[in-house]
T-cell receptor
Framework: DTEVTQTPKHLVMGMTNKKSLKCEQHMGHRAMYWYKQKAKKPPELMFVYSYEKLSINESVPSRFSPECPNSSLLNLHLHALQPEDSALYLC????????????FGPGTRLTVT | SQQGEEDPQALSIQEGENATMNCSYKTSINNLQWYRQNSGRGLVHLILIRSNEREKHSGRLRVTLDTSKKSSSLLITASRAADTASYFCATDDNYGQNFVFGPGTRLSVLP
């Protein structure tokens, strides 16, 4: 199974809402990532978990809170987002570090109203 | 940061023609990867080339790496309409951390 799944596919939330994005992989990968991608731009790395520990946090605002409950699951908790946070949020996984081939999920299209 | 940069930003070709995309980066790397993204969807890994390699092939794809010029190229031969997508290069640093995507090339293959 070389699939990374993400739920939900689409999410619309108000600026006062709290929501969570979920990501799952069963490839035995020990590194998982969250990326943010705006239209016609490249993905931007937000967080890296390696062996269930947060190893890279690219100066992301605290309204984004990652969580890695186990080696197969990755969550991104959202709270008090701004309209400029509307984007495609991509989850990926790889063997144990970013320099290995990364497998991407289909993404969650987030709209903040 | 070691932002990769692609050239050209957009490319339109006819089916059957070859497409060449270039990528430049700024700092020393561990390896360089190329990904494809169909409109608004997840990325698909195409090929990885290590810093000590100069050329790599995978099917209709040919990637070159010139570490002295800090540049790479992706050649797609005998293009098909299904190759229409955005293509990104991505680099890490010498420690295998900090993964950065270039701005991408939007390829359109016309039937």
């Amino acid at each position: 199974d070389t699939e990374v799944t993400q739920t939900p596919k689409h999410l619309v939330m108000g600026m006062t809402n709290k929501k969570s994005l979920k990501c799952e992989q069963h490839m035995g990968h020990r590194a998982m990532y969250w990326y943010k991608q705006k239209a016609k731009k490249p993905p931007e790395l937000m967080f890296v978990y390696s062996y269930e520990k947060l190893s890279i946090n690219e100066s992301v605002p605290s309204r984004f809170s990652p969580e890695c409950p186990n080696s197969s699951l990755l969550n991104l908790h959202l709270h008090a987002l701004q309209p400029e946070d509307s984007a495609l949020y991509l989850c990926a996984s790889s063997l144990d570090r970013p320099s290995y081939e990364q497998y991407f999920g289909p993404g969650t299209r987030l709209t903040v109203t | 940061s070691q932002q990769g940069e692609e050239d050209p930003q957009a490319l339109s070709i006819q089916e059957g023609e070859n497409a060449t995309m270039n990528c430049s980066y700024k700092t020393s790397i561990n390896n360089l990867q190329w990904y494809r993204q169909n409109s608004g969807r997840g990325l698909v890994h195409l090929i990885l080339i290590r810093s000590n390699e100069r050329e790599k092939h995978s099917g209709r794809l040919r990637v070159t790496l010139d570490t002295s010029k800090k540049s790479s190229s992706l050649l797609i031969t005998a293009s098909r309409a299904a190759d229409t997508a955005s293509y990104f290069c991505a680099t890490d640093d010498n420690y295998g951390q900090n993964f950065v995507f270039g701005p991408g090339t939007r390829l359109s293959v016309l039937p």
